[in-house]
């Protein structure tokens, strides 16, 4: 499968440090292939020492993902949306006309709030007709 993760970085390291090891263990365990797009990639590079290609991981600016919005290489069949970050529109927009929908997945931060449970995997219904399910972290079983 292809994966295409979204990281706009807030924090510094700990936004980058998580998709980068979502982005590693993906490749790594699983065998999938993983386009990870940043906002700042100085400081995804300062953590992945500066590869930005790894089998199976392909680490690319933002604006890689829409800069060639007609034509894209390849479409993904999950995207990964990372602490609430949103798609850029030419990306969205490539997507929604696309005969292959991919799965939308909202990564959030880690919380030991008791409703996270109830909300976690949950669908969203959304106006563009894809499927989008929020990932919520927690510590319930």
Known sequence: ?????????????GDAGIC?????SLATQYDQNIRLFC??????????????????????PWEASYQNARHPPELPDVVILAFSCELPTRYLNTI???????IL?????????PWVADFHGKASPNTHGLQKYFFFPGFQA
């Open 1 to 13: 499968m292809r994966w295409d993760i979204f990281c706009q970085i807030i924090d510094n390291y």
């Open 20 to 24: 980068w090891r979502l982005a590693r």
């Open 39 to 60: 906002d700042d990639l100085p400081t995804l590079q300062l953590i992945t020492m500066g590869q930005s290609h790894l089998k199976g991981i392909e680490i690319l």
């Open 96 to 102: 929604l006309v696309a005969p292959h929908k991919p």
């Open 105 to 113: 997945i909202h990564l959030e931060y880690l919380s030991a709030e």
